[in-house]
């Protein structure tokens, strides 16, 4: 009779448990992995341009025998989208701000000149656009007809207004002043403006209507602010470079990083996705209305709007 090999009999059962174990960390990745089908945004159109506006009306409507041959865009930096159905795009290659009319698949060419790959663009809750000069580092309002509204400069003389953000309820301006590391509260009509708290550092901004909330690269973050105050920081480390944030139904997104991944940003970290899983080049720009996350993709020469999908955690 062969001896009993104690040894090799403990070798055996410690295989086992370590298969055991093996499989059951297989099964845990694979319940947290997206299932096939699923993704964190899906596609649902894409604006290459559109035909020419000659001419609208008071209103801002345009007749069909206005509208004329069709016009790529260069190299689109900005988008803002508002619940009428309005979108603009800031196109820094032809210098031009447009107005989108998705219906007629028709562009309205508004009388704005100073558009370069420094221009950013937000929506008032009545529709109007604001354009942030990133060079004369003023905040312009026009109408949707492109009628001019407000012009905003900093409070201060030596100030610089690098990034802002609109209040989707109340209509408020909040504009980063990076030269004294502050940021600006105006009043909708731009009568009137406030310091309204210190920060760390200069960066991308965003407002939900309750929260402030800022992006940087030193802190690799995105730090939520209320009322002057400093609450939850999110993606600490996370972040290499954030260039533009958005907020979508109380859902934070980001574009990242020299190879601009669209980030989302949550409690529990960052899921990010590179352009090309998303039919894109170079994002530029980002904004959420409609449900829809939009974005300005300037390598790519359009601008695309996606849903988010399933598997997005609120």
């Not at 007749?63 to 069709?70: C, F, K, L, M, V």
């Not at 219906?103 to 937000?122: F, V, Y």
Request: net charge positive.
């Amino acid at each position: 009779m062969k001896p009993v090999d104690r040894a090799a009999g403990s070798r055996r059962a410690f295989l086992r448990a370590g298969l055991v174990g093996l499989a059951g960390f297989c099964a845990a990745c694979a319940s947290n992995a997206r299932q096939p089908g699923k993704r964190l945004l899906e596609p649902v159109f894409s604006i290459g341009g559109g035909r020419q506006v000659a001419r609208m009306d008071v209103a801002g409507g345009v007749r069909p025998d206005a509208i004329g041959g069709y016009i790529p865009f260069i190299f689109p930096v900005a988008v803002a989208a508002h619940a009428n159905g309005d979108i603009f795009i800031a196109d820094a290659g032809a210098s031009r701000l447009y107005r989108y009319d998705r219906g007629l698949d028709a562009l309205i060419t508004l009388p704005e000149k100073h558009i370069g790959i420094t221009t950013r663009l937000q929506i008032g809750p009545d529709g109007s656009v604001y354009v942030l000069d990133g060079t004369g580092a003023e905040i312009r309002r026009y109408s949707r007809i492109g009628q001019r509204l407000t012009l905003m400069q900093p409070r201060l003389p030596a100030g610089h207004y690098s990034e802002f953000a609109v209040d989707p309820l109340s209509g408020k301006v909040y504009a980063v002043d990076s030269s004294n590391l502050s940021i600006d509260e105006i009043h909708p009509l731009g009568q009137a403006s406030i310091d309204l708290q210190r920060i760390d550092e200069p960066g991308p901004i965003a407002s939900d209507g309750r929260s402030v909330w800022v992006a940087g690269s030193l802190c690799r973050c995105v730090t939520e602010w209320t009322y002057g105050r400093k609450g939850r920081v999110l993606a600490a480390g996370q972040l290499q470079s954030p260039r533009a944030i958005t907020l979508l139904d109380g859902r934070l997104f980001a574009i990242d990083g020299v190879d601009r991944v669209v980030a989302y940003v949550h409690e529990q970290g960052v899921e990010r996705l590179v352009p090309s899983s998303l039919g894109l080049m170079l994002p530029e720009g980002l904004h959420a209305a409609q449900g829809l996350l939009f974005v300005a993709d300037g390598a790519g020469r359009r601008v695309s709007a996606f849903r988010p999908g399933f598997e997005v955690r609120p």
